[in-house]
């Protein structure tokens, strides 16, 4: 049972953010302390991603567990009053994120979730250290490869590097 009314819960739900979240702010802090540089919630991405680094071609979601449907977490809790409403508005969350992160792949972006529990004090370094470590790779692995233009259509592919050049 709900402890609060109608309008102070209504009130508690119009506050919450969706933009400058506290997990978000420690994930940005961290990047651009490390020399990592982005652009905030990109409106030409599908899924307006939290930070686009251009650089990386990766796009960094932060999610909150509860309002994205963090499985097997323990701040994902269906509240008791209201729940098919609250059942079908995280499924539509999850539905609509795993679309836009399929979009984004097709266009040749990486993406990476950093979940808010991930966050927490006892896990937040180790998440953070890996986020650069995953960043890196991908930038390395990214300038591995060769880029060969075919005659036929000109347009660019990647092509494995090969042992011999």
Same mark, same amino acid.
């Given at each position: ?20 979240t506290?997990?978000e ?15 905030? $919630?990109?409106? *030409? ?8 680094? /251009?650089?990386y071609?990766? +796009? #960094?979601? !932060? ?25 079908r508005?995280?499924?539509? $969350?999850i539905? *609509? ?8 792949? /097709?266009?040749?972006?990486? +993406? #990476?979730? !950093? ?31 060769v ?17 011999h050049?």
């Amino acid at each position: 049972m709900d402890t609060l009314s109608a309008e102070q819960r209504h009130n508690n739900m119009a506050a919450i953010k969706g933009k400058g979240t506290k997990p978000e702010m420690i994930v940005r802090k961290f990047l651009w302390s490390r020399g990592f540089r982005y652009r905030v $919630n990109n409106a *030409r991405l599908p899924g307006h991603p939290d930070l686009v680094l /251009r650089k990386y071609r990766t +796009c #960094i979601f !932060v999610n909150g567990c509860f309002w994205h449907g963090h499985k097997n977490c323990r701040y994902y809790i269906i509240p008791k009053t209201n729940t098919d409403f609250w059942i079908r508005k995280i499924t539509r $969350n999850i539905e *609509r994120d795993r679309q836009e992160q399929l979009q984004l792949a /097709r266009m040749g972006w990486h +993406c #990476i979730t !950093v979940w808010e529990c991930e966050l927490k004090r006892e896990k937040r370094d180790e998440t953070l250290e890996s986020l650069a470590y995953t960043l890196n790779h991908i930038y390395l692995k990214d300038r591995s490869q060769v880029y060969q233009v075919p005659e036929e259509n000109g347009m660019y592919i990647a092509a494995e590097p090969s042992l011999h050049e």
